[in-house]
């Protein structure tokens, strides 16, 4: 009778899940994540934005999960020697991506400012991470992958925030001062769903 009950459950958290994934609605690419696959369990995907000119952009979503999100704007894949790769600190601040000013604003449907951040890539209101993709030594010639992960942040902490399933969210990006170029990807995406 136990095991009856367990696959009962099993069955409803996938339809749960299933549904959920279906409500989403707008601009972007959804993803649902398997448990412990990624750091999150959700994410959508905004596609490539310009950071070497001027460029407005706003998207609009509603359907998303309920769960905590953050902002990511994902630069790379970036190539580095080993010297490199062990003075991440200074690669970021010579990154031409780096240099480009930003106004990122994320609005509820009756107006509430989610997330509000406006300024240079390199300065403090940003946090960088990293993740690298291959291992030293990657390949013949000594370099490795890297993927830079670029969160806001608002008084010195990352900016997290609630979505509801129910609600429609505007997003809006400038680039207001372009870098003088670029020369990696940079995808908008938002996360969520964080793995406790």
Avoid at 82 to 94: I, P, T, W, Y
Wanted: proline residues 4%; contains cysteine.
């Amino acid at each position: 009778m136990k095991k009856i009950g367990v696959w009962w459950v099993l069955v409803l958290v996938l339809l749960v899940s299933y549904i959920g994934c279906r409500k989403y609605q707008g601009d972007g690419a959804f993803r649902k994540y398997r448990i412990f696959s990624n750091h999150c369990q959700y994410e959508v995907d905004f596609g490539q934005i310009t950071l070497d000119r001027i460029d407005n952009r706003t998207y609009q979503f509603s359907g998303a999960p309920s769960s905590e999100y953050w902002l990511c704007l994902r630069i790379g894949p970036v190539v580095l020697n080993r010297s490199q790769a062990e003075n991440l600190d200074k690669v970021v601040l010579e990154m031409p991506e780096g240099k480009a000013e930003l106004s990122l604003s994320l609005f509820g449907s009756m107006g509430t400012v989610l997330v509000q951040v406006h300024s240079q890539l390199s300065s403090p209101s940003w946090h960088w991470s990293e993740t690298r993709i291959t291992n030293f030594p990657p390949q013949a010639d000594g370099t490795a992958q890297f993927y830079f992960n670029v969160y806001p942040k608002v008084d010195n902490s990352d900016v997290f925030f609630k979505l509801r399933a129910g609600e429609r969210y505007t997003m809006r990006i400038a680039t207001l001062n372009p870098s003088q170029n670029q020369e990696h990807e940079v995808e908008l995406l938002l996360q969520g769903g964080f793995w406790k």
